[in-house]
């Protein structure tokens, strides 16, 4: 269970290609095909045999593509192999240090909107990342933020061809848009709808996450701990948090974004990009990026930035821990 006192957070990543000075290898654990296109009828150029290391430089969909002396080629990533670390000083025998969930801290489209049900995925979510592929960034690059897609909207959408038929079931109405079960008192159910209303209408890729990431919401005594569930995705709140003193619009602002930030370690959890149920400093900076994101799409202005980002900031100093 998250537990908070000031809550905050969804997850906005940054993508990109690999970082400068990384360089990211495959080794092999079986017989596999190299081919000169990213497709299984394309033609297999080379069969390399167990123990063979890779330099990977690029991703697309479901494919690795790879240098082998001075051939650039195609390998599918559902092959058995390991991800290793190579330099001069380093050896390819050895695997990386950590596994491929948390190697790259969090670096997984699993963590924004694909829906990772196994490692084949996993793997593949973790490369989609690193070449900037999770789909996210382009929809926040459109003036108007429109969702026009099903894949924003809780469809598993693993490559090109399901994003595909993603924008068709959009374009005719064939998307299965969940629901969040609301129980409280009248006025915390309204308020709570109010929340949800102004991230459709002015962050909807951000309400499609937070629909996603929540199956309930429970108005609770306030002497008991607020925070997500992330096994159950219950996220319970005091109806207080409704009601405190803020100019305009800021309480609603504070409370649309407070969604966003439980539904992201709901995701975080079930992305397992951290694996476990205690939140963690790390987890909590992560997440509360995102609810600085998701508060200036609604209001650049908003009341509360200024504190998100005194938190982000401060994030390391118990005095500003609130979980």
Not at 206 to 215: Q, T
Not at 229 to 248: I, K, M
Not at 281 to 301: G, N, R, W, Y
């Amino acid at each position: 269970m998250r537990v908070r006192a000031f809550s905050a957070i969804v997850v906005f990543l940054v993508f990109g290609g690999l970082a400068s000075g990384q360089s990211y290898h495959v080794r092999v654990d079986s017989e596999t095909n190299l081919r000169d296109a990213n497709r299984l009828d394309g033609s297999i150029v080379e069969t390399i045999p167990a123990g063979t290391v890779l330099p990977v430089i690029n991703w697309a969909a479901d494919w690795l593509k790879v240098v082998r002396g001075r051939r650039r080629l195609w390998m599918a990533d559902w092959v058995n192999y390991t991800l290793v670390e190579f330099s001069e000083d380093a050896d390819p025998n050895t695997a990386m240090p950590a596994t491929i969930d948390t190697q790259f801290h969090g670096e997984s489209c699993c963590a924004v909107e694909w829906l990772c049900e196994n490692e084949r995925t996993r793997v593949s979510a973790s490369w989609a990342f690193r070449f900037g592929r999770c789909h996210v960034e382009t929809a926040y690059l459109k003036p108007d933020y429109r969702v026009y897609n099903c894949c924003f909207l809780g469809r598993p959408c693993y490559g090109d061809r399901a994003w595909r038929k993603g924008f068709t079931g959009f374009q005719n109405y064939q998307c299965k848009v969940r629901t969040v079960e609301i129980t409280g008192s009248d006025e915390f159910i309204h308020r709570m709808h109010q929340a949800f209303a102004m991230l459709k209408h002015r962050a909807p890729v951000w309400y499609a996450y937070a629909i996603s990431g929540l199956d309930s919401i429970t108005e609770i005594p306030e002497s008991y701990p607020i925070g997500v569930h992330v096994r159950s995705r219950q996220f319970q709140e005091h109806a207080s948090a409704l009601h405190f003193d803020a100019p305009g619009e800021a309480r609603i602002v504070w409370m649309a974004s407070v969604l966003a930030h439980e539904a992201c370690h709901v995701h975080l959890y079930e992305a397992k990009v951290f694996r476990t149920t205690d939140t963690s400093a790390a987890e909590e900076k992560l997440c509360t990026e995102v609810q600085l994101s998701v508060a200036d799409i609604i209001d650049p202005t908003d009341y509360f930035n200024d504190h998100l980002q005194t938190l982000i900031d401060n994030i390391h100093n118990p005095e500003y821990q609130w979980w």
